[in-house]
Structure formats: structure tokens, C-alpha cells
């Protein structure tokens, strides 16, 4: 079983940053990937950007070259850095963790742009 805690969401303004932490606990050495994910009123759920466990990452065209997702593993913690952000960034965004039998999703946390 893994645990995941998020926190770091809030209200922003355009063009503002934030940083989300996702902590996990349990069994963390079954986690390949973990991912965040976010989801805006009236919409599904969209992957945002995910990291390997070898670090590598990748990222969702709409967030390409404004947010930045890094892992440490020996805090087991995922970081999700977004920069430049507009109000369609606003949601509730969820981390996420994959092992080989199941997925694992945090509570979520609210991120709000507007000025």
C-alpha cells in the first residue's frame, strides 16, 4: 500500500508560480512512476507530467516549458514547479503513483489563477 500526501495549492495570479509537493509512504519501493494529474470544474481528469523512477520526465504540451516535475528520493517526495501560469491552470490537481499491480492517487490540492 502507498500513501500519498499533496500540499503547496492556493491562489495565484497570472504569470505567478507555485510549487506542489506530493509525500509518499508505504511501500514506495513498488512505485515505477508517479505522475500529477489535474482536473478542472466540468472536465476529466489530464495527465500534467510524469517522472520515472530513473528520473526521466515528461510533460503534457500544455504545460511544456512552464512547469517542471522532479523527484527525491530520499525524501520520497515529488515536486511539481509551475511557472508562468494562466487561469486554464486552474483545478484540482492529483498526484499519482503507478506499481506493477495498481495505481495510487493523493487527495488533491486546489490551485486557483486569478487575479
Known amino acids: 500500500q502507498v500513501h500519498l500526501v499533496e500540499s503547496g495549492g492556493g491562489l495565484v495570479q497570472p504569470g505567478g508560480s507555485l510549487r506542489l509537493s506530493c509525500a509518499a509512504s508505504?511501500?514506495?519501493?513498488?512505485?515505477?512512476?508517479m505522475n500529477w494529474y489535474r482536473q478542472a470544474p466540468g472536465k476529466q481528469r489530464e495527465w500534467v507530467a510524469g517522472?520515472?523512477?530513473?528520473?526521466?520526465?515528461n510533460y503534457a504540451d500544455s504545460v511544456k516549458d512552464r512547469f517542471t516535475i522532479s523527484r527525491d528520493n530520499a525524501k520520497n517526495t515529488v515536486y511539481l514547479q509551475m511557472s508562468s501560469l494562466k487561469s486554464e491552470d486552474t483545478a484540482v490537481y492529483y498526484c499519482?503513483?503507478?506499481?506493477?499491480?495498481?495505481?495510487?492517487w493523493g487527495q488533491g490540492t486546489q490551485v486557483t489563477v486569478s487575479s
Open positions: 499519482n503513483a503507478y506499481s506493477p499491480s495498481r495505481a495510487y
Open positions: 508505504g511501500s514506495i519501493f513498488s512505485i515505477s512512476s
Open positions: 517522472v520515472s523512477s530513473g528520473g526521466s520526465a
